[in-house]
Nanobody
């Protein structure tokens, strides 16, 4: 059974850092792309924003423009986890952060891909709050 479990959220001040972890079960983190999304307060589920993605075949991850240069995604094969290191946090980074996979080799980057509808899995989310 595929399962994603996030951890590491919390309350921090502007400029501080947090490290989120996504524990993957049901497949290896080497098999498919793993993505991070976030849902800001007051936004609907359909408005979740793609933040970052790491693919199975290389270590050239993708980042959304608002987080590029501040967030870093990595993969720990031994622990079968994907980590999102978030630095220089800003109040606008406040959101619930979700780990996500479509069990695809490429990153969706927020695009709708109906072909993978039956293989999508979301984690339960972890809250990140950045105070001004």
């Amino acid at each position: 059974q595929v399962r994603l479990v996030e951890s590491g959220g919390g309350l921090v001040q502007t400029g501080e850092s947090l490290r989120l972890s996504c524990e993957v079960s049901g497949f290896s983190v080497d098999d498919y792309a793993i993505e991070w999304y976030r849902q800001a307060p007051g936004k609907e589920r359909a408005e979740r924003e793609a933040v970052s993605c790491i693919t199975y075949f290389d270590d050239d991850p993708w980042y959304a423009v608002p987080v590029n240069g501040r967030f870093y995604i990595s993969r720990d094969r031994a622990k079968n986890t994907v980590t999102l290191e978030m630095n220089s946090l800003r109040p606008e980074d406040t959101a619930t952060y979700y780990c996500f996979t479509e069990r695809a080799r490429s990153c969706g980057r927020g695009q709708s891909r109906p072909a993978y509808a039956s293989t999508r899995t979301w984690g339960q989310g972890t809250q990140v709050t950045v105070s001004a």
